[in-house]
């Protein structure tokens, strides 16, 4: 495994790293998602994501049962909030009340005494950036979390909540959450760019666009029978299951063959070759995909084959 600093934080994480979305607490059995989890700290994955929300808190509860294995130093948990956790008024958002409680929240669930990476789900435009920044830091200062950082806030966002922390002598976040993949490339015009400048880490969700970047989809029509495609999960990968998309897929599938490795550590490595970029976060509904996925972090691919893959996926990357 090879280790990437979260942007200009002293924090190293592993450049590919474990999540738990549709997957811990949910659609996996807790018994095979624990696994996954072992599986991954043994093969040297050090970071590993989640959310309160996802599996209305389970995710949060399985990813700590597991990890408390494990020795609290070696590991690197990262958490969100924001998205809603009721229907009160204050059950949502970034206000200070929201933040601080749903942090203490996750803390229990997670069975830890620190988180090490708390992420603004999305940005909120109803409640002022300076109480967000501040009740972060207040985290921090209080040793709650030792990191935050964010989740699909644009460049103009991030630039503005870093200036804000470096002029009131707060803490700055020190990461970013986008979604990014051969298939998804929208941050490169702003936000990375921007990462860059800011010191700013980006742990990137989807890298395999929903398992379509593992070749495992031939036809729309015809998914593997258990796939995410074929479940309740599929609204989330629609628009990549088309003809041009898949048949874009198939030819790429084919360069990886060529190179000797699969297409999904491929397209992880494709991801990783972007400076701004810290870790990929895979997820896994098995430990074999855990061992496949993780492969790529010890990849050392000639660019020219990078930018085959990217050339061959940029047309339906754009559509």
């Not at 990549?240 to 000797?260: C, D, M, N, R, S």
């Amino acid at each position: 495994m090879r280790y990437r600093r979260l942007g200009r934080a002293g924090m190293e994480v592993s450049a590919v790293s474990l999540g738990s979305w549709l997957t811990y607490g949910g659609s996996v059995a807790e018994e095979t998602a624990t696994a996954c989890i072992h599986r991954a700290f043994e093969l040297g994955v050090n970071f590993f994501d989640t959310a309160n929300v996802y599996a209305g808190g389970r995710a949060e509860e399985v990813m700590g049962a597991a990890l408390s294995r494990f020795r609290r130093d070696d590991y690197v948990v990262a958490t969100k909030v924001y998205f809603p956790v009721g229907r009160g008024p204050n059950d949502s958002g970034l206000s200070r009340k929201h933040v601080w409680e749903q942090a203490h929240h996750s803390l229990r669930r997670l069975g830890v005494d620190h988180i090490d990476l708390y992420q603004c789900h999305r940005y909120d435009p109803d409640t002022p950036l300076e109480e967000t920044c501040r009740v972060m830091d207040d985290l921090v200062r209080a040793g709650k979390v030792l990191y935050w950082g964010t989740s699909e806030w644009s460049a103009d966002q991030l630039r503005a909540a870093t200036e804000l922390c470096r002029e009131q002598g707060w803490s700055p976040p020190v990461s970013n959450q986008p979604e990014y993949s051969a298939l998804q490339r929208r941050i490169e015009t702003a936000v990375l760019p921007a990462s860059e400048e800011l010191g700013i880490g980006n742990v990137v969700w989807s890298p395999l666009a929903q398992g379509v970047l593992t070749g495992k989809y031939t036809q729309s029509a015809d998914v593997p029978a258990g796939s995410r495609a074929a479940g309740r999960n599929r609204q989330f990968m629609e628009r990549w299951l088309t003809v041009e998309t898949l048949g874009a897929v198939a030819a790429a599938e084919k360069v990886a063959e060529q190179v000797g490795c699969s297409l999904a550590q491929l397209a992880l490595a494709w991801c990783l070759r972007q400076p701004a970029v810290s870790s990929v976060i895979v997820g896994a509904s098995r430990p074999e995909q855990v061992e496949a996925n993780v492969g790529a972090a010890d990849l050392d691919i000639d660019p020219e084959v990078l930018d085959t893959l990217g050339d061959l996926l940029d047309p339906v990357a754009r559509r």
